[in-house]
């Protein structure tokens, strides 16, 4: 038996608020690439003295492991793509959209999703040759949609939006010329509704593997 929570008259007023969200992230991380691009063809090919922003995309395999309490952990499977500008040798700033997925959530034969739009500060403590470490802090929105068991065979499902953050870190290796491997891992706070209906955080550990394209490095960033 399935028992729905938050199918209010508000439901269309939230997918729409949550489309115009996702429209926005698309289009700055859109503008963002228009922008690299068209610097990184009109530059000028005398070197400048100073240090210059850089610029780079990219999108890979992302896992999360979800803990809902009292109930268990749920393993999720998607894509993440972020987009980052190093406007100093040691600090930039990042944007990061992800979906993750399960088609069975704690046995209820309900599938599930994470969805989550972040940005925030990136900072690069050391680095030697073509690799270098990285810690961020994110802040943003998150979509939880999942189903929790109440009893027997009767569980609750629905979707929960609120505030989301992660902070985490990781490390990048150039592997040839502006090609680059990411490997991140984040500790990721989102919310979720429990067995009684009621909106609970959510601990989430997430693990992104993705390929980078530099769209613009400065010969002086030793990246």
Request: glycine residues 14%.
């Amino acid at each position: 038996m399935n028992s729905s929570w938050f199918r209010s008259g508000r439901l269309a007023k939230r997918k729409t608020t949550y489309g115009r969200a996702i429209a926005g992230a698309l289009l700055f991380t859109f503008a963002l690439t228009v922008s690299a691009l068209a610097q990184n063809h009109f530059q000028s090919p005398t070197p400048v003295a100073g240090y210059g922003p850089t610029y780079d995309v990219g999108v890979g395999y992302s896992y999360l492991s979800s803990s809902i309490p009292s109930a268990g952990r749920v393993n999720l499977n998607g894509l993440d793509g972020d987009a980052r500008v190093d406007f100093f040798p040691h600090w930039g700033i990042t944007a990061d959209a992800g979906y993750v997925r399960t088609s069975d959530v704690l046995n209820t034969g309900h599938n599930g999703y994470v969805l989550t739009f972040l940005g925030g500060p990136v900072f690069y403590p050391f680095g030697h040759h073509h690799t270098h470490i990285f810690i961020h802090g994110l802040a943003g929105a998150g979509l939880v949609d999942s189903a929790v068991p109440v009893s027997g065979t009767q569980y609750l499902h629905g979707w929960v939006e609120r505030p989301s953050y992660a902070f985490g870190g990781g490390f990048e290796r150039s592997i040839f010329g502006p090609f680059a491997v990411r490997l991140t891992g984040d500790y990721l706070r989102t919310a979720f509704a429990n067995s009684a209906g009621q909106v609970a955080l959510q601990n989430n550990l997430r693990v992104t593997a993705s390929f980078v394209l530099r769209l613009r490095e400065h010969p002086s960033a030793g990246r």
